[in-house]
Antibody, heavy 120, light 108 residues
């Protein structure tokens, strides 16, 4: 059974940093690209970032480029999102999602999400 | 960036009725459009991918159609568990992958 479990969310002040983790099981992690998708409270879905299975290719939304870094540790079956210079508008539930090959952008499996609140 | 527009914003229907949800793209996304269902406090659930292909385990009452810029999600007969928010999403021209603003299907 495929499982994705996020952690690391919490309350952080504007300008602060946070690292999210997504622990996965039930599939060969290194064979699949992974993504982060967020949802601000009461709002819609917003794609944040994608990383290839090997970790060699990464992609970012303009809203987070230069502030967020996606990475993965295939030996630990874990995906990360390092978030720096956080802003109030980054407040959201952050979901990790498993890409479905052969192309990117199809998310059949999602985690339940972790809430990030940016506030003073 | 491709912008997706969904209509209506809210659809009020009764169980057993059919539902037709629309998604329009600002430029052609070919057939690279997906539909997701989301219930409060839950992660999105993939229903339809590549415009018309049902995802694993999705009931046959859900169907998708369209290509280019105009797409439709049809629910043939609403079950109580179908009342939720539905999002369309394109993967044709990325980054970024973009989602529509959602259509809420609520109980009349």
């Amino acid at each position: 059974e495929v499982q994705l479990v996020e952690s690391g969310g919490g309350l952080v002040q504007p300008g602060g940093s946070l690292r999210l983790s997504c622990a996965v099981s039930g599939f060969t992690f290194s064979s699949y690209a992974m993504s982060w998708v967020r949802q601000a409270p009461g709002k819609g879905l917003e794609w944040v970032s994608t990383i290839s299975g090997s970790g060699s290719s990464t992609y970012y939304a303009d809203s987070v480029k230069g502030r967020f870094t996606i990475s993965r540790e295939n030996s630990k079956n874990t995906l990360y999102l390092q978030m720096n210079s956080l802003r109030a508008e980054d407040t959201a539930v952050y979901h990790c999602a498993k890409e479905t090959p052969p192309d990117y952008g199809r998310y059949e499996y999602w985690g339940q999400g972790t809430l990030v609140t940016v506030s003073s | 960036e491709i912008v997706l527009t969904q209509s209506p914003a809210t659809l009020s229907l009764s169980p057993g009725e059919g539902a037709t949800l629309s998604c329009r793209a600002s430029q052609s996304v070919h057939s690279y459009l997906a539909w997701y269902q989301q219930k409060p406090g839950q992660a999105p659930r993939l229903l339809i991918y590549d415009a018309s292909h049902r995802a694993t385990g999705i009931p046959a009452r859900f169907s998708g159609s369209g290509s280019g810029t105009d797409f439709t999600l049809t629910i043939s007969s609403l079950e109580p568990e179908d009342f939720a928010v539905y999002y369309c999403q394109q993967r044709s021209n990325w980054p970024p992958f973009t989602f529509g603003p959602g259509t809420k299907v609520d109980i009349k």
